[in-house]
């Protein structure tokens, strides 16, 4: 039974991932922006790490003990495994400082580089200096891998988020937006998720029938951001549009692909860099009509995304 529980946790997990990940690639599709791009990358890094840190230790334990290895050689190796995915998880952080900056649209130049990687020789230096004061430090890394891991892990993670909700708090002040309320929204969302991913950890190593449906809330923290983000991106964003529209060429890609007087309407919509949403009120449809006029027409003409449909109708 518990076994099961597991498979459907890991499917569920498997799932939202996916989802997360396909809404993030929707957004570059559509608004094709660096906060965008930097919001889809962390979310493919986040998930990422979390398989790494989170999965693969627990099928590599289920793998081992079936073929009766050792129980401190199990222990050694799954220990080990999220190491593998620091990597993923550095890129998360990094990718997290510069969404700070890229949300309320200020150039970071080398400044998201700047703070991140002095944050981390911080974090380096504690680490460090504790470990060269504390004799019996090494004993205790020895002893408690997966703790001490896991108090760097929570060290660096809220300190980056607590620098990204800064940086966007800071500039937001300084200026004078109609959207700063949706992008503080956001700001504290992402907090709160962080909140909740904590709030979990302590019970990492209790009994395995709590285990499970907690790694399902690890997984699902993003969600509630994610598509905060997808309700309001177009009050904060502009979508992607037609700079130069070439009238001809339209008429060309009309007659080629055979494009119906309300497909032809749709397009001139989104040439003009409206939202499926602000479509669908022009036109008086419903927004699932547009959706449905949008895949019938990328379908014909051969492509995936807005992205590729405004390039094409530009000169």
């Known amino acids: 039974m518990l076994s099961l529980i597991f498979i459907v946790v890991f499917v569920f997990c498997a799932a939202t991932a996916s989802a997360c990940i396909l809404v993030g690639h929707q957004f570059i599709t559509t608004y094709?922006?660096?906060?965008?791009r930097n919001y889809f990358y962390f979310l493919v890094t986040f998930f990422s790490f979390a398989f790494y840190g989170i999965w693969a230790p627990i099928i590599m334990r289920v793998i081992l003990t079936s073929i009766e290895v050792d129980g401190n050689t199990v222990e050694t190796v799954t220990n080990f495994l999220p190491v593998l995915g620091v990597p993923f998880l550095l890129i998360s952080w990094f990718m997290l400082v510069k969404m700070g900056f890229s949300l309320i649209d200020v150039k970071s130049k080398n400044r998201a580089i700047r703070i991140y990687l002095i944050f981390l020789a911080i974090v380096f230096v504690v680490v460090s200096g504790i470990f060269f004061l504390t004799d019996n430090f090494l004993a205790f890394i020895t002893e408690n891998l997966i703790y001490t891991e896991m108090g760097i892990f929570v060290g660096l993670e809220l300190g980056y988020m607590l620098i990204f909700a800064g940086i966007v708090r800071h500039y937001s002040k300084r200026q004078k937006r109609a959207?700063?309320?949706?992008?503080?929204?956001f700001m504290i969302l992402m907090l709160l998720a962080l909140v909740l991913r904590l709030a979990v950890?302590?019970?990492?190593f209790s009994s395995p029938w709590i285990v499970a449906p907690l790694i399902l809330v690890?997984?699902?923290?993003?969600?509630?951001?994610?598509?905060?983000?997808?309700?309001?991106?177009?009050?904060?964003?502009?979508?992607?549009?037609s700079e130069n529209p070439n009238q001809e060429k339209k008429e060309l890609i009309y007659n080629k692909y055979e494009i119906s007087k309300r497909?032809?309407?749709?397009?001139?919509?989104?040439?003009l860099g409206k939202t499926n949403q602000q479509i669908a009120d022009e036109l008086f449809i419903s927004l699932q009509t547009v959706k449905d006029h949008t895949h019938r027409i990328y379908t014909k003409i051969g492509i995936k995304s807005r992205m590729k449909l405004v390039q094409m109708m530009n000169d």
């Not at 950890?201 to 990492?204: D, K, T």
């Not at 497909?263 to 040439?271: F, L």
């Open 32 to 36: 094709n922006t660096e906060f965008h």
């Open 179 to 185: 959207d700063k309320k949706i992008l503080i929204r």
């Open 201 to 204: 950890l302590p019970f990492a």
């Open 218 to 241: 690890y997984f699902i923290s993003n969600l509630v951001p994610l598509f905060y983000l997808k309700l309001y991106s177009h009050l904060v964003f502009a979508p992607l549009h």
């Open 263 to 271: 497909e032809k309407e749709v397009i001139e919509q989104i040439c």
